[in-house]
T-cell receptor, first 112, second 115 residues
Framework: DAKTTQPPSMDCAEGRAANLPCNHS???????VYWYRQIHSQGPQYIIH?????ETNEMASLIITEDRKSSTLILPHATLRDTAVYYC?????????????WGAGTKLIIKP | EAQVTQNPRYLITVTGKKLTVTCSQN?????MSWYRQDPGLGLRQIYY???????DKGDVPEGYKVSRKEKRNFPLILESPSPNQTSLYFC??????????????FGPGTRLLVL
């Protein structure tokens, strides 16, 4: 079973920041939080990942709470092309198999 | 351009007719994996390979075979396809299993229909 909980769907206005929450209350100390997205049945695309510090790259920012039980992915200026299913995944770097346990994700719809 | 390619992208076949879906990556990645995606079930791992000649089962390996004779290629073989293998298939690769190089790159997907 997926170790994360995400809302099934969200809307956001084009040009605004999209904030996608993820709950991972059972996360352990060596588990990273990963975010991927999948645009309409295309191959999933990596967005960002982090352990405990906030992270930022050219696509998004990842804010992890101090207790690491939840996180938020922020798309700072959402465009129509950001409409996709966003997956929040936790994974230990100690796993012998690089397996991501995929949940249902959040379907983000960007509206003009 | 760094990429993972899959062929064919779409395939309709009949029960019992052997087929192979090819996967190739040009990034010199060690790790490769196959997933299937079904409505309501998310992505599930079929097989993975940590390097040449090293393969192992994922969560749903029944009815599938793989091989890893070269680093860049990881074909998925269905010896006797059945209708319950109708699905969307993704190949993925990763440079390593550690640190910031472990992000996975996915192919465009192969949509398979078994009649």
């Amino acid at each position: 079973d997926a170790k994360t909980t995400q809302p099934p769907s969200m809307d956001c206005a084009e040009g605004r920041a999209a904030n996608l929450p993820c709950n991972h209350s059972t996360i352990s100390g060596n588990e990273y939080v990963y975010w991927y997205r999948q645009i309409h049945s295309q191959g999933p695309q990596y967005i960002i990942h982090g352990l405990k510090n906030n992270e930022t790259n050219e696509m998004a920012s990842l804010i992890i709470t101090e207790d690491r039980k939840s996180s938020t992915l922020i798309l700072p200026h959402a465009t129509l092309r950001d409409t996709a299913v966003y997956y929040c995944i936790v994974r230990s770097t100690m796993d012998s198999n690089y397996q991501l346990i995929w949940g249902a994700g959040t379907k983000l719809i960007i509206k003009p | 351009e760094a990429q993972v390619t899959q062929n064919p992208r779409y395939l309709i076949t009949v029960t019992g007719k052997k087929l192979t879906v090819t996967c190739s990556q040009n990034m010199n990645h060690e790790y490769m994996s196959w997933y299937r995606q079904d409505p309501g079930l998310g992505l599930r791992q079929i097989y993975y390979s940590m390097n040449v000649e090293v393969t192992d089962k994922g969560d749903v390996p029944e009815g599938y075979k793989v091989s890893r004779k070269e680093k860049r290629n990881f074909p998925l073989i269905l010896e006797s396809p059945s209708p319950n293998q109708t699905s969307l298939y993704f190949c993925a690769s990763s440079l390593s299993l550690r640190g910031r190089r472990e992000t996975q790159y996915f192919g465009p997907g192969t949509r398979l229909l078994v009649l």
